[in-house]
């Protein structure tokens, strides 16, 4: 067994870290339901360990139904460290605008409909990423801060999917929730992807979250 | 008194918290299901006398096994355990007609507190 492949996660831990995504997204959609008027259909969170080289592939397979996305990317530093990836499909930011209850006519001729709809999901993405990392962390016992994130519009997958984000010989860990809102039809998808540099932290923090039940 | 429970949820993970946070003190004949449906059957099966039953399942989701369930049996105990803690399906599983619900992740004294109340009200055939 190679080197990598020893510090991955057991099927074991891997299910731990699937139950605490599944708390945490939980948490994050009851603030992002406090903030705008929506209700948000969770999903069963699924997690896995990649090569990082195949994560762009992985990434673009799992939304393959979309031709034109938004992505927001912003990663999260710390002991639990990685990146997160949060995708709309095309016209989501229109639609999330809707729910913040803004028009574009409020604002002015100064600004465009294109700002207001990119400013909704940076709003959306603060929530999510924010509230779901953070929840993640705290019941690992733990803290994270956060990068400025980087958000890229209307664009295709392949040209929005960031290609290099760790070492690519190295393994990743993802986590990957799916969910709508119920009213809006919109869908998203949110990637939390771990790189093997916070492997061997998260698999004493995981078995340190389940000793606390023996 | 509340002595078999049947464990409804798709993550192993969360059978085990809920089996850990029982009562040490006191035996239980558990059952486990791993999605809605199979919770369904299970309940048929064994009547038990307290379910602890998750929302985001595969097959069946939480409130359509829940639903379910008290066709089958109207005093049904059916303990909502969750992480989704939006108000609205906080709404909905209460008046789908569970008898409370836990968010996750369940500790000891949560459990304790729902196994009192359950036993409290007599809600449940002794």
């Given at each position: 067994m190679s080197i990598a492949a020893e510090q991955a996660l057991s099927r074991e831990e891997q299910d731990i870290l699937q139950e605490l995504m599944n708390i945490a997204f939980g948490r994050a959609s009851?603030?992002?339901?406090?903030?705008?008027?929506?209700?948000?259909?969770?999903?069963?969170?699924?997690?896995?360990?990649?090569?990082?080289?195949?994560?762009?592939?992985?990434?673009?397979?799992?939304?393959?139904?979309h031709d034109i996305i938004s992505i927001v990317e912003q990663s999260y530093l710390g002991r639990f460290k990685g990146v997160a990836l949060l995708i709309f499909p095309s016209g989501a930011g229109r639609e999330l605008l809707k729910l913040f209850g803004d028009n574009v006519e409020d604002y002015g001729e100064d600004v465009s409909m294109a700002a207001l709809e990119k400013e909704s999901i940076l709003e959306v993405s603060n929530i999510l990423i924010g509230a779901c990392v953070g929840k993640v962390v705290e019941l690992l016992d733990d803290e994270v801060s956060f990068s400025p994130p980087r958000i890229i519009i209307e664009d295709h997958p392949r040209n929005a999917i960031p290609c290099e984000i760790f070492e690519p010989d190295s393994l990743a860990t993802v986590m990957r929730t799916v969910f709508?809102?119920?009213?809006?039809?919109?869908?998203?998808?949110?990637?939390?992807?771990?790189?093997?540099?916070?492997?061997?932290?998260?698999?004493?923090?995981?078995?340190?979250?389940?000793e606390q039940y023996e | 008194m509340i002595h078999t429970i049947l464990i409804v949820d798709d993550s192993t993970i969360s059978r085990k918290i809920v089996k850990k946070c029982l009562p040490k003190d006191r035996e239980f004949e558990l059952f486990e299901a791993g999605d809605?449906?199979?919770?369904?059957?299970?309940?048929?099966?064994?009547?038990?006398?307290?379910?602890?039953?998750?929302?985001?399942?595969?097959?069946?989701d939480g409130v359509q096994a829940l639903k379910e369930m008290l066709k089958v049996d109207q005093d049904a105990v059916v303990v909502v355990q969750t992480a989704d803690v939006q108000k609205k399906t906080i709404s909905n599983v209460m008046d789908s007609g569970a008898f409370t619900l836990l968010r996750k992740p369940l500790s000891p004294e949560a459990v304790a507190e729902v196994l009192r109340l359950v036993e409290g009200t007599g809600h449940k055939k002794g």
């Open positions: 009851a603030d992002l339901a406090e903030v705008i008027d929506t209700y948000v259909v969770l999903n069963v969170p699924e997690v896995r360990t990649l090569k990082v080289v195949d994560l762009p592939e992985f990434i673009s397979t799992e939304i393959s139904d709508q809102f119920s009213d809006r039809n919109i869908s998203g998808y949110l990637f939390l992807i771990n790189s093997n540099e916070s492997f061997q932290w998260l698999k004493k923090a995981l078995n340190r979250f389940m | 809605g449906l199979a919770g369904l059957e299970k309940f048929k099966e064994v009547k038990p006398d307290l379910v602890f039953l998750d929302l985001t399942m595969p097959v069946m």
